[in-house]
């Protein structure tokens, strides 16, 4: 069984590189050299981050967003979002940063835990 989860990969100016992260996944958030690196790295994050909840819980997380159009729309609705004593320099944002990805995990290979 294969399950589909939206990735955000986001430019980080500071250190160079890139930072990810997967909203459906619990703690799911690591970062990468480039891009490439960076999607070899949130996918190993993945697995073990669905290993976890798996174990926590005995379910894997559905994903909320299945299409890219459901992630751009959530992303959108994110960027909106006002934080108290926020600036427009605080929320200006370049698309060239962002990088949105659905990322298919074969989630069949994950057993449920015996529970005792």
Not at 1 to 28: A, N, Q
Not at 74 to 96: I, K, P, S
Request: negative net charge; proline residues 4%.
């Amino acid at each position: 069984m294969k399950r589909t989860y939206l990735c955000l990969f986001v430019k980080d100016h500071e250190v160079g590189g890139f930072s990810v992260f997967t909203p459906d996944i619990p703690s799911c958030g690591t970062s990468g050299d480039d891009i490439v690196d960076a999607r070899a790295m949130i996918r190993e994050c993945m697995d073990l981050c669905l290993e976890g909840v798996l174990e926590d819980t005995g379910v894997v997380p559905e994903p909320k967003m299945a299409t890219f159009a459901e992630a751009l729309e959530w992303f959108q609705e994110l960027m909106n979002y006002e934080l108290e004593g926020e600036t427009e320099e605080d929320r200006a944002f370049n698309q060239d940063d962002l990088h949105i990805e659905m990322v298919e995990v074969d989630v069949s290979r994950l057993t449920t835990p015996a529970r005792g």
